[in-house]
């Protein structure tokens, strides 16, 4: 396994949290990766057990991830010239991935950071990538534009916490509406050792992560669907940067 300077493994814990109109909360744990999209881990006979691939993030299969990158904030009128960008995700393990949401730090070519996206998966299989410019405490806001529950319309405003990772990470999204904050989502971790014996713990001690934590979410549909919580109609999507 050969991994670059910047790459992390994290152990992390996901709180899901809604208030209103019915409250509930679940947290399960999980682990991400932190990933240079210029020099991603070589895994070499493990790479079925953490792999980073075009076809599980916006834009085209046919490009690599970081060209993707570059593409999406060309349509948004940013050029990082080269700059170094880290993906926050969870691999695809054995050939299966899911990823509510991932987080790419995008830099100039002197370090400085020019720009975060965010982008979220639901889990009918639409995507959306927000352009966002984190402050020095890496809080950022940005209108709701994805359907993501079905309890949930497109409605309100993401207040975000995404600060620049190191030997550990946190992300926080709040979805903001006048009067309340109907849902909580957030994420800590701390950075494991990055070689060979980490990955292969984490594939015996969490196999299928990515399924499990899907199955979390549709079960807590299904709970809060009895509990009678109305159904939001669920819009169409235009995915971004795929041609």
Not at 83 to 93: A, D, E, H, K, Y
Not at 186 to 200: E, F, K, N, S
Not at 201 to 225: D, N
Request: hydrophobic share 40%.
């Amino acid at each position: 396994m050969k991994a670059s300077a910047s790459t992390r493994i994290y152990a992390t814990s996901i709180v899901h949290s809604r208030t209103s109109p019915i409250q509930h909360r679940f947290t399960n744990r999980s682990h991400t990766w932190l990933v240079d999209l210029d020099d991603l881990p070589r895994l070499g006979l493990l790479r079925r057990l953490a792999s980073f691939e075009s076809r599980d993030h916006l834009g085209t299969a046919a490009r690599s991830l970081r060209e993707n990158l570059d593409t999406f904030l060309a349509t948004q009128g940013v050029d990082l010239e080269g700059g170094q960008i880290l993906m926050l995700t969870m691999p695809r393990v054995l050939g299966t991935v899911f990823n509510p949401i991932s987080v790419y730090w995008c830099h100039t070519p002197d370090g400085r950071l020019a720009c975060n996206v965010v982008e979220v998966h639901n889990t009918y299989g639409d995507r959306h990538a927000y352009l966002v410019h984190a402050d020095e405490h890496g809080h950022a806001e940005v209108d709701k534009a994805l359907y993501v529950s079905p309890f949930n319309d497109v409605s309100g405003r993401y207040r975000l916490t995404i600060p620049a990772p190191g030997d550990k990470v946190h992300v926080r999204v709040v979805l903001e509406r006048p009067g309340q904050d109907p849902f909580v989502a957030g994420l800590r971790g701390r950075a494991l050792p990055v070689r060979t014996a980490t990955v292969v713990r984490l594939a015996i001690t969490q196999p299928l992560e990515p399924l499990a934590v899907a199955a979390r979410i549709r079960w807590l549909g299904i709970r809060l669907w009895l509990r009678r919580l109305p159904v939001q109609p669920r819009p169409s999507h235009h995915q971004e940067a795929v041609q």
